[in-house]
C-alpha cells in the first residue's frame, strides 16, 4: 500500500476580487510576502504601532519572518495590507492540534473599509485550512470587528497556544479571539 502526505497548493497571487465582490480597474493581489516587503511592512504597520494596537517590529522581524505574511498589493507594488500567520504544531499534552495565531494585521489607512482587510482575512483561512489547522486564535487590543465578522468569537487564554500565550505582554490587556476550522 502507498501512502501519500497531502501537500496543501501553494499561493499563488489572487486577484482581490476573489475575495470581494467587484473588480476595480486596477486590481490589487493577495500574495505571500517576500523579505524585500520588509520596509514596507514596517511603514505599513507604524501608524498601528503609534495607536498601540501592534508591537513594534523592526524591518529585520519582518524580513526574518516573510514566509508567516500574506500582502494585498497593487499592481505597482504598493502594499495595502497584510497579516501574518504563524503556526503552532500540535500539541498532545495539551490535548490540542494545530493552530495559527494571525498577528500584524492592518490595513492602509486610505484603504480601510474598502474590502482589503476582508480579502486578507478569507486569503489567510484559506490558507489556514489548506495547512490543516484546526483552530485560529489573535489578540486585539481594539473591538475586533472583522475578526468577530469572519466567526472569532472571545476565548480563554489557556486554550491558546502556551508559546503563543506565554509571549502576550498583559499590559496591553489584549483580548484573545479564536475560531475553529
Known amino acids: 500500500m502507498i501512502t501519500a502526505t497531502p501537500r496543501p497548493a501553494p499561493l499563488r497571487e489572487l486577484p482581490a476580487h476573489e475575495f470581494s465582490a467587484g473588480a476595480p480597474s486596477r486590481v490589487p493581489v493577495v500574495r505571500p510576502a517576500r523579505a524585500e516587503d520588509a520596509a514596507e511592512l514596517a511603514a505599513l504597520s507604524r501608524p498601528f504601532v503609534r495607536s498601540g494596537a501592534l508591537r513594534e517590529r523592526p524591518a529585520s522581524v519582518y524580513a526574518d519572518h516573510a514566509a508567516d505574511f500574506l500582502v494585498m498589493a497593487e499592481p505597482g507594488g504598493t502594499l495595502e495590507g497584510c497579516v501574518g500567520l504563524r ?95
Not at 122 to 140: I, N, P
Open 87 to 181: 503556526v503552532h504544531p500540535a500539541d498532545p499534552a495539551e490535548g490540542r492540534g494545530p493552530a495559527g495565531v494571525l498577528y500584524n494585521f492592518c490595513v492602509a489607512g486610505h484603504r480601510q473599509g474598502r474590502g482589503v482587510g476582508a480579502g486578507l482575512m478569507r486569503a489567510v483561512l484559506a490558507v489556514a485550512r489548506a495547512k490543516s489547522l484546526g483552530a485560529l486564535f489573535t489578540a486585539t487590543t481594539g473591538g475586533g470587528d472583522l475578526f468577530l465578522r469572519y466567526g472569532f468569537a472571545p476565548a480563554a487564554v489557556r486554550t491558546a497556544p502556551s508559546a503563543w500565550a506565554g509571549s502576550l505582554d498583559p499590559r496591553r490587556n489584549a483580548r484573545i479571539l479564536a475560531r475553529s476550522l
